[in-house]
């Protein structure tokens, strides 16, 4: 399924099988979640991608084949890609352990051609193996919703009162990582979503409310999966002294001002950019021990779009999964 126009729906084309460079993999890629970021990509919201682009980075497969010096990996091992394709190893960030910030990375279904295909080819760097405890359709949300979920978790610190605002994939994933840790969560949703907040209540949420309400104690922190600007002042308003406040996001919408009095008392905002594969081998080695069950939608391949829409329209109960007939077992 390629992407060309913002705004234009992607449409179904026969390409060529990739053929896999030095240090790649071809896979056969089995399911494809679809992450919010590209739906940031279709409607134009980030201006970079390469063009045409097939999109899609919350990738399961098998690898069908190695390119010169693979060596992490073997034909039919079974392999997770995520959003982190390329990085140069070389840049200050990616020698301080924040290859997440390297200058020069490329990104799958971004940079790179991604997972909404029947194959692609990836750096074995940066593909995971996957649990047999999962499915492919199970395994795939993991790795986009889970991990940078993953990572904007553990940026909000330690503390045991967490809200979430917007309860998507990332959030579904999130709140079983926080309540195994024994935290309680408060889920924040459009204001009119009764099924969202019912979802939030029966994974485990302990309160759950339209995102113009406030909590009914002040929490230690926030995560924002919304791409919603003014859920950032809304947020600094529901967390106590010393809160932190992470945008979980790759873009959102201006975020209106406000007054100086909310982010008083050394409250903070930060935003969550990427992953590393350190974030990846952490996370995907904690999924099945909690475990993390996702919950899923699939559509087969060429009902990309449809998927797209519904997530657009907030209609996705949980994680949308993209199903390649070809491939599937
Ligand atoms: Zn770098
Ligand atoms: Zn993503």
Redesign the pocket.
């Known amino acids: 399924m390629v992407f060309e126009k913002a705004g234009r729906p992607l449409h179904l084309a026969d390409l060529p099988i990739p053929k896999p460079g030095t240090g790649q993999v071809l896979m056969h890629v089995h399911a494809c979640a679809v992450?919010?970021?590209d739906l940031h990509v279709v409607d134009g919201e980030l201006t970079q991608p390469k063009l045409p682009l097939v999109p899609g980075?919350?990738i399961v497969g098998t690898i069908a084949d190695l390119g010169d010096a693979v060596t992490r990996f073997k034909i039919g091992d079974r392999v997770g890609v995520p959003?982190l394709g390329w990085t140069c190893g070389q840049c200050a960030y990616c020698r301080s352990g924040q290859e997440n910030l390297c200058d020069q990375a490329k990104f799958t279904g971004y940079t790179l051609d991604g997972g909404y295909a029947e194959c692609t080819v990836a750096d074995q760097r940066f593909c995971f193996p996957i649990s047999d405890f999962y499915s492919d359709t199970e395994a795939a949300p993991l790795l986009?919703?889970g991990l940078?979920g993953y990572r904007s978790l553990v940026k909000a610190g330690n503390g045991k009162r967490l809200g979430i605002y917007g309860f998507g994939a990332a959030a579904h994933i999130v709140a079983q990582v926080a309540k195994y840790q024994q935290r309680e969560i408060y889920a924040f949703t459009r204001p009119a979503d009764e099924e969202a907040k019912k979802f939030a209540l029966d994974l485990g949420a302990v309160w759950a409310g339209g995102s113009n309400e406030l909590p009914p104690k002040k929490l230690d922190a926030a995560i924002i999966f919304a791409p919603a600007g003014e859920l950032v002042p809304q947020a600094l308003k529901a967390v106590g002294k010393g809160g932190t406040v992470v945008c979980g996001g790759i873009h959102m919408s201006d975020i209106p001002s406000f007054p100086y009095s909310i982010l008083w008392e050394e409250r903070s905002i930060c935003s969550v950019a990427n992953l590393t594969r350190r974030d990846g081998e952490e996370f995907m080695a904690l999924a099945p021990k909690i475990p993390v069950r996702t919950e899923l939608e699939t559509f087969p391949l060429e009902e990309a779009n449809e998927a797209l829409n519904r997530l657009r329209a907030g209609k996705i109960h949980g994680a949308a999964v993209l199903v390649t007939k070809s491939n599937s077992a």
């Open positions: 992450c919010r970021t980075h919350e959003w986009c919703a940078i």
